[in-house]
């Protein structure tokens, strides 16, 4: 289901991306201002792209031309026709490989590249452009700008609405004040870290039925949390791992959290890897997810 849910939305985008007007003249420039406010000049009609976020990655390859496409980072695994471009480190960035390639123009999410390489890299010629989600809606923007700054708003916009439209279909009905299972979502298991109010897992789950466990605001998306902190949430439901797998590890080491409604349900599930926190074309699959685990 997965993989033929994603094939068949690149298709919607495969060769459908072609420059608007091939007599333009390639020093053409179109000023624009990324996630974060900060004015770019980019070409008019990049021929040369590339993403230092995974998330962007899949974006590039479902809206773009795949050959316009000329590096890949080491985190990127989906989809696979990704890891046949040549590589391109971007944690730590590789400024002098990242540089030789020539990008037109370079994709990067909020937190992701250091602002310092980003202004680096635009006195060198190479514009750099962020993007920060925080809802589900966002991502759906953020695919159309990319295929809107790429020349390639057709296929973007294909992509977006058959998105919307499987969301609509996933919509659960409204639930009594309370009634949403609240999910605590760890990030890491040790140290123990989790998916703060303020990152697209919270949407993510709430589109699916539920709301994040963690109510309060913190300064920073994925958060420490002590096991008191945890054990007077006290989740409904865990996503981490499997239950055997954390009962065996999380748990032991934090034994007083076998306390929780998660735990004694056996309410405890692992995830996709790489699919929770990850903004591009797959994230309806992560609400898919979501919702089976949750109605479990």
Do not use: W
């Amino acid at each position: 289901m997965r993989a033929s849910l994603y094939l068949s939305l690149g298709l919607l985008g495969l060769g459908a991306c072609q420059p608007e007007n091939k007599s333009a003249s390639p020093a053409a420039t179109v000023r624009v201002h990324d996630d974060l406010g900060r004015p770019l000049t980019l070409p008019a009609h990049p021929r040369r792209v590339l993403a230092l976020a995974p998330s962007l990655t899949e974006i590039l390859f479902a809206v773009a031309d795949t050959a316009t496409i000329i590096a890949r980072t080491q985190a990127d695994d989906y989809p696979a026709a990704a890891l046949r471009k040549p590589l391109v480190n971007s944690y730590p960035l590789d400024l002098e490989r990242l540089v030789a390639l020539r990008p037109d123009v370079v994709f990067t999410i909020e937190g992701m590249t250091p602002p310092d390489a980003a202004a680096r890299l635009g006195q060198l010629g190479i514009p750099v452009y962020y993007q920060k989600y925080r809802r589900v809606a966002d991502v759906l923007r953020g695919i159309n700008d990319v295929g809107r700054l790429l020349g390639c708003p057709a296929p973007a916009r294909h992509l977006t609405d058959s998105l919307q439209k499987q969301l609509d279909q996933l919509a659960s009905p409204p639930r009594p004040a309370g009634a949403a299972p609240t999910v605590l979502a760890l990030a890491s298991a040790d140290p123990i870290y989790v998916y703060g109010q303020n990152t697209l897992c919270t949407d993510e789950i709430r589109l699916a039925g539920g709301q994040n466990a963690v109510r309060d605001t913190f300064p920073q998306p994925f958060p420490a949390l002590t096991r008191e902190y945890i054990l007077k949430l006290n989740p409904e439901v865990v996503l981490g791992g499997r239950f055997g797998k954390l009962d065996s590890t999380f748990f032991k080491n934090n034994p007083e959290l076998r306390r929780t409604r998660a735990y004694l349900a056996r309410r405890v599930y692992a995830t996709t890897p790489n699919l929770l926190q990850r903004p591009g074309p797959r994230v309806v699959e992560a609400v898919r997810e979501l919702q089976a685990l949750l109605r479990k």
